[in-house]
């Protein structure tokens, strides 16, 4: 047993620190679904900094000290307040905000975010594709793509409500294709995993995982 322990000692010691890696300091995400879209699509695989907002004892979510503070905009890995699952969503609100979604528009503090049409395209929806309407939503210095899908219901307007200190209301780009704070509410600060910064890799699982060269290494903002 001595042995083996002595001829293997490097590399345990090596996948132990790259377990501490990834749950302190940095982590990879793959996205598995579409609710991301277009920001994010099936098979991309994102670099997440876990001490953008907190520094946690690994493997837990205890709070050791905060590091910085989470923006309207950003796109965060968090585990869902439902069951635990790990998500990936955008911050579409902070706490103190007084939030409102009307017909598909954010209303943040009594304005509402400006909204450019961006046109149609065909987008995947389970086995077919189905018509999406984009356009670029912008709040402040920050601005994104968004999509609608016509042919789906869901739920495009509520509030207004306000965030309580510590709370997150989080939002999917592909606002008809994703399950976020409409349906499973607020998420607490202390489930934030991290901030996701850019794609790593990619492949498009719906074409043999053929690669997506051009998002490899592609900031997120």
Avoid: C
């Avoid at 995993?193 to 900031?219: K, N």
Wanted: charged share 25%; net charge positive; no cysteine.
């Amino acid at each position: 047993m001595k042995k083996l322990w002595r001829e293997n000692a490097r590399l345990l010691l090596l996948l132990v620190l790259l377990g501490f890696f990834r749950t302190a300091v940095a982590d990879w995400n793959p996205i598995p679904s579409a609710s991301m879209r277009p920001t994010l699509l099936e098979g991309d695989v994102v670099l997440v900094n876990r001490l953008a907002y907190d520094l946690k004892l690994p493997l837990t979510d205890v709070v050791l000290a905060h590091l910085g503070t989470p923006q309207r905009g950003d796109i965060v890995t968090f585990s869902s307040p439902q069951d635990g699952m790990r998500l990936i969503k955008r911050i579409a609100a902070v706490p103190g905000d007084m939030v409102e979604m009307r017909n598909n528009r954010l209303v943040i503090n009594g304005a509402e975010a400006d909204y450019a049409p961006l046109g149609e395209v065909l987008e995947p929806l389970g086995r077919q594709h189905v018509s999406a309407e984009r356009e670029r939503e912008t709040f402040g210095a920050r601005t994104h793509t968004i999509q609608w899908l016509p042919q789906v219901a869901s739920r495009s307007n509520f509030g207004p409500i306000m965030i309580p200190p510590d709370r997150f209301l989080m939002l999917g780009d592909n606002r008809d294709d994703s399950a976020d704070s409409r349906y499973f509410g607020l998420v607490r600060r202390e489930l934030l995993i991290g901030r996701a910064e850019r794609v790593l890799v990619s492949a498009d699982i719906l074409d043999r995982w053929q690669p997506r060269m051009s998002r490899f290494w592609s900031s997120l903002y």
